[in-house]
């Protein structure tokens, strides 16, 4: 019998992890959410209502066990720019946008999970991804200096409105001034301190000394009620057409946030091992939005700061959110009347902190360094700089897509050899030892076929076909698992061109959807063409047993 002592087996992590966790984040979370309700020209309660949504939904349904969804600051700067150029000065019809542009944008988000579109995480080039961000986190935090001292701007173009700033200087609230200053000082001390919430910290300190010293008195703002009566609202009543902007503005949102989120979910998840599901994770954000735009809410995403928050603070499971959302609940129904105490220089300075850590240049520095993309990240950065919020924003998703359609566009064809005594067939053009198969020329797209590349790339098959002295011809569509409409019409003609000039044809690797659509056309239906699902070997054994047979 074994009569060695045990070896002691590590407990396994519990939900006091979450919970501690939970209690952490939600101190940093509450004054942001308020905060960037300010960014966004929305009644202080949007944020929170966000959170709530955010926090909830996504602890329910989504899978990342790290990420917070919650109001980010870019949607904020986002939908302020996009109701603003909108609805003029009506008050209004600018709330009645904003809820709008939320509501469509969850059920955007909604029908990406439901038609899987969760695959197609790159919606955005990280360079300008990262572009925009500095663009956008530099002019926040302007703004936020403008709104501090009292400056009234009349232009969202930074260039325009950084002189202003500094020409109403002699004006500027000092007191309000000091406030933000002594706000981000603390701030910057409480993130020195492990598990030490310094956005709830500056808020409660903030909160006495506007009382104590009478802050109003020297013309400090109070951010006021915040009337969090969770009733559900009515759907917007708005002419036709501002649907279909909303639906234009949603779409550009869409990618921004998904973008962002997906980039901190997928980030967390590589560093520990996690396994996480875009298209699930599309239906929980959809989900967060439609619930917080039925309730007058803001657009919530993942962002990064708060879901690198989590994961400091310990949190083992999606029930850290659900926690903090719980911590929140107990905070807005006990002291909800004290935050509206709150001065808004803290909440400005809550914010600037937020974005100012971000403001590094380091990030964009790679690319220059890697001499690659700089062009991207300085239009991305200058579009927002220039333009402002909203432009700047379809500007940089403009430059993402063109991004993608030139590259896709741009494919090449390639001409594959045998390597050595292998099954192998690669590219002759990078691996000069590969040799051509006698009688057969075998062509792959570098590239995905579809509408933009389909006609040129084929064409360059038939070129390459009648310039050499071959009985038949493997075209492999391994990069192509489906295929468009302008595809299925450029194959059916390189079939009958193909037939017609007495050659064979054998396709290899033709996946399942692109085999059933193809196996539809007449022109496929000729002897002299192939359907294979084999690799290119197998699909060069066909072509070389028919040229014999």
């Known amino acids: 019998m074994n009569t060695e002592p045990a070896t002691p087996v590590a407990a396994p992590p519990t939900r006091t992890q979450d919970l501690l966790a939970g209690l952490s984040i939600a101190g940093l979370l509450l004054p942001e959410a308020v905060a960037y309700s300010s960014i966004a020209a929305l009644p202080p309660q949007a944020g929170v209502i966000a959170l709530f949504a955010g926090l909830v939904c996504y602890g329910l349904f989504g899978t990342s066990r790290f990420a917070i969804v919650s109001a980010t600051s870019s949607s904020a700067a986002v939908l302020a720019a996009a109701t603003s150029s909108l609805a003029a000065d009506d008050p209004a019809l600018r709330l009645s946008l904003a809820f709008g542009l939320v509501l469509v944008t969850g059920v955007f988000f909604l029908l990406a999970g439901l038609f899987k579109l969760g695959g197609v995480t790159s919606f955005i080039a990280k360079p300008v991804l990262r572009g925009f961000a500095f663009g956008l986190a530099l002019t926040i935090i302007l703004k936020q200096l403008a709104s501090v001292v009292g400056v009234h701007l009349t232009d969202n173009n930074l260039i325009r409105f950084l002189p202003q700033l500094l020409e ?22 409480c993130a020195r301190m492990p598990r030490v919430p310094g956005g709830l910290v500056v808020v409660v300190l903030g909160i006495a000394a506007g009382q104590y010293l009478n802050l109003q008195a020297h013309g400090v703002a109070l951010i006021g009620m915040i009337d969090l009566r969770l ?8 002419p036709f057409a501002d649907w279909l902007r909303l639906g234009e503005l949603a779409f550009a949102l869409v990618m921004i946030l998904y973008a962002e989120s997906y980039g901190s979910i ?7 091992g996690d396994r996480v599901s875009s298209n699930r994770d599309l239906l929980a954000l959809g989900a967060a939005n439609l619930v917080s735009g039925l309730f007058h809410g803001m657009p919530a995403g993942a962002g990064y700061s708060a879901t690198s928050a989590n994961e400091a603070a310990g949190a083992y499971s999606r029930l850290a959110g659900i926690f903090a959302a719980l911590v929140i609940l107990v905070i807005v129904l006990t002291v909800l009347p004290y935050v509206a105490l709150t001065p808004e220089p803290v909440l400005a300075a809550v914010v600037i902190y937020a974005l100012g850590r971000g403001l590094s240049l380091q990030p964009l520095g790679r690319y220059f360094i890697w001499r690659r993309d700089r062009l991207l990240v300085v239009c991305a950065v200058a579009a927002v700089l220039v333009l402002g919020v909203l432009d700047g924003l379809l500007v940089s998703v403009a430059i993402s897509v063109m991004l993608m ?20 067939f690669v590219d002759r053009l990078h691996h000069p030892d590969a040799v051509a198969v006698p009688g057969v020329l075998i062509v792959r797209p570098s590239e995905a076929l579809f509408f933009a590349n389909a006609e040129r790339i084929l064409g360059a098959a038939l070129r390459l076909m009648r310039q050499s002295p071959v009985d038949a011809v493997v075209l492999s569509l391994e990069e192509s698992p489906d295929l468009d409409g302008t595809s299925i019409e450029a194959l059916a003609g390189f079939f009958a061109q193909v037939r017609g ?6 396709l290899a690797r033709v996946r399942h959807d692109a085999r059933e659509v193809l196996q539809g056309l007449p022109e496929a239906l000729a002897p002299q063409v192939l359907l294979s699902g084999l690799s290119v070997d197998g699909a060069v054994q066909l072509a070389l047993e028919a040229s014999t047979s």
């Open 168 to 189: 109403q200087l002699p004006q500027w609230n000092w007191p309000a001034a000091m406030v933000a200053g002594v706000a981000l000082l603390l701030l910057w001390v």
């Open 231 to 238: 009733e559900l609202g009515h759907l917007p009543v708005l």
């Open 501 to 506: 000039e007495g050659k064979r044809l054998v």
């Open 266 to 272: 997928s980030s967390f998840a590589l560093k520990h």
């Open 405 to 424: 359609l030139r590259q896709m566009s741009s494919a090449d064809l390639q001409v594959l050899g045998r390597l050595g005594n292998s099954h192998d």
